[in-house]
């Protein structure tokens, strides 16, 4: 779904990536990180993802200091830390602060 | 692939869609635009692409003035505007400042 968002500004969170083949509770875990951003994380906003050759997800925040405290969660931490050395074979993440918007 | 980027700031669109089932000429148009923006469009930088139940497109500018001549560009809007009457449901096209990114 399209995630509702508010009048910007606010910010964004693109995370693209390319898996390995390995999938060992990659797509619970990445259930359960929306979910926790969702129903825990303050400034969590939504977020949208799609997947086939590369995979992107862009989840949406208030602001930089909720980004970072969404970082350094413990949950998120060890999600992290599999997904360096399991799920991912190269990943980039940028953010940026979303200026304007317009929808159809 | 992901797409190879400079050291922010440079900015992102997001756009975000649900496809209707009308197929007709999709697939064609939207590989043209991304060749079109690669091959002619100032400022371009780089898009990255994933579909399943929304489709999530981001392409990378060196500037809002490159953004905003890609938008009037006389194929583009011919293609937004079948995008509108045939191929989606739904969007929302973001406009965002990349302000830090980082890898692996």
Same mark, same amino acid.
């Given at each position: 779904? +399209?995630?509702? @968002?508010?009048?910007?500004?606010?910010?964004?969170?693109?995370?693209?990536? +390319?898996?390995?083949? !390995? =999938? =060992?509770?990659?797509?619970?875990?990445?259930?359960?990180?929306?979910?926790?951003?969702?129903?825990?994380?303050?400034?969590? *906003?939504?977020a949208e993802s799609a997947r086939?050759?590369?995979?992107? @997800?862009?989840?949406? %925040?208030?602001? *930089? =200091?909720? +980004?970072?405290? %969404?970082?350094s969660n413990t949950d998120h931490?060890?999600?992290?830390? *599999?997904?360096?050395?399991?799920?991912?074979?190269?990943?980039?993440?940028? !953010?940026?602060?979303?200026?304007?918007?317009?929808?159809?």
């Amino acid at each position: 779904m +399209i995630a509702k @968002t508010p009048t910007p500004p606010y910010y964004a969170v693109i995370f693209t990536s +390319i898996r390995t083949n !390995i =999938d =060992d509770g990659y797509a619970i875990t990445a259930d359960a990180m929306v979910a926790l951003a969702q129903q825990q994380q303050p400034g969590f *906003l939504g977020a949208e993802s799609a997947r086939n050759d590369i995979g992107i @997800t862009v989840s949406y %925040w208030s602001d *930089l =200091d909720s +980004i970072k405290q %969404w970082k350094s969660n413990t949950d998120h931490l060890l999600a992290q830390r *599999l997904g360096r050395e399991k799920w991912y074979k190269s990943f980039k993440t940028r !953010i940026a602060k979303v200026e304007r918007d317009y929808e159809f």
